[in-house]
């Protein structure tokens, strides 16, 4: 009977891995086709910022300079995001490019990426920074760190400020401060915020969106 028993849980236990390999390979067909049909009219967005930004239709007015340039931005990053939603389970390669990152420069591109949204939200922003300031580090590795960041930070805050701050620490490091007037993590959800698919919030009570791969992305980024 115990022999006849085992037997049956391991068949059911076989039956169930089998189904999970099956559920597993319609994610990934489900993420290729996604990233694909996102792809096709990305492509399009950046061909003609591009090709407006190389004057090819001629000259930009002064006033629509600014607003090209932040199409094509935001287009490249979610091209960029795109591609990582098919990498992020996979150890990215580590980077042998070190640059000296002016960490002034580097702040101001991350709020001139997200002025439409802060002004869309009327969020006031602020930042404060040594001008000095600067770090060798991956300057592509950096942004891909603190787009997300930035990103939650927006989403989350519906009044009031986002406040970034940057400060040596020691002689060799730098701690760059993100704080908002946001609606905050729940203490029980701030252990998992950081893994794949978790967000800071129960999924039947969710109100925005995101898939919850984010901060899994920062978390793996950060360590490599």
Avoid: C, W
Wanted: proline content about 2%; cysteine-free; aromatic content about 8%.
């Amino acid at each position: 009977a115990m022999r006849h028993d085992l037997k049956k849980s391991y068949q059911s236990i076989e039956k169930k891995n089998q189904q999970l390999l099956e559920l597993d390979r319609k994610k990934d067909e489900f993420i290729a086709k996604i990233s694909h049909e996102l792809n096709t009219p990305l492509n399009g967005i950046l061909g003609l910022s591009n090709a407006l930004m190389d004057r090819q239709y001629g000259q930009l007015d002064n006033n629509l300079q600014v607003p090209i340039e932040t199409i094509n931005n935001s287009a490249n990053r979610l091209h960029s995001l795109v591609k990582q939603l098919t990498l992020f389970k996979q150890q990215e390669p580590q980077s042998n490019r070190i640059d000296n990152v002016a960490i002034s420069a580097f702040i101001k591109e991350l709020f001139t990426s997200f002025h439409t949204q802060l002004v869309k939200k009327q969020l006031n922003s602020y930042y404060t920074i040594n001008i000095d300031l600067a770090l060798k580090s991956d300057h592509d590795q950096l942004i891909k760190i603190f787009m997300p960041l930035f990103d939650n930070a927006i989403k989350f805050t519906h009044r009031g400020e986002i406040n970034l701050i940057a400060r040596a620490v020691g002689k060799t490091g730098i701690a760059i401060t993100l704080i908002d007037t946001g609606i905050g993590i729940a203490v029980d959800k701030q252990d998992k915020i950081f893994e794949s698919f978790e967000q800071g919030f129960d999924y039947e009570n969710r109100a925005y969106e995101g898939a919850g791969i984010g901060l899994a992305l920062v978390k793996q980024r950060v360590e490599q």
